[in-house]
């Protein structure tokens, strides 16, 4: 079992930056496929970024490509979502995600998932 627990969520003006941190703790031994997505009231979760167990793949969602970037530490076990340029349409809860299997982008390709940390970008 790995638990995640996510951070760094908060109120922020069209076009600032946040830093979202998802901390991994239980059987971090093995190497985890790990993920961001997010969901707005009334949608579905979509993919935003992953990266790969070896950390030298990236993958992300158009929408956030060019302004979002994702990171990882193992020695901490900590995964990072650095996030600029925010939009208001940005504005979601965010979840780090985590599986043993390759990169995914739809939520059935993660088993563990985190509590989730609002964004919220004003305009």
């Known amino acids: 079992q790995v638990q995640l627990v ?3 969520g908060g109120l922020v003006q069209a076009g600032g930056s946040l830093r979202l941190s998802c901390a991994a703790s239980g059987r971090t031994g093995s190497s985890y496929t790990m993920c961001w997505f ?3 009231p009334g949608k579905e979760r979509e993919f935003v970024a ?3 167990r070896s ?6 969602a158009d929408s956030v490509k060019g302004r979002f970037t994702i ?4 020695a901490k076990n900590m995964v990072y979502l650095q996030m600029n340029s925010l939009k208001p349409e940005d504005t979601a809860v965010y979840y780090c995600a985590a599986s043993t299997r390759p990169v995914a982008r739809g939520t059935r390709g993660y088993d563990y998932w985190g509590q989730g940390t609002q964004v919220t ?3």
């Open 6 to 8: 996510e951070s760094g």
């Open 38 to 40: 997010r969901q707005a």
């Open 50 to 52: 992953a990266i790969s």
């Open 55 to 60: 950390g030298s793949s990236t993958y992300y």
């Open 71 to 74: 990171s990882r530490d193992d």
């Open 121 to 123: 970008v004003s305009s």
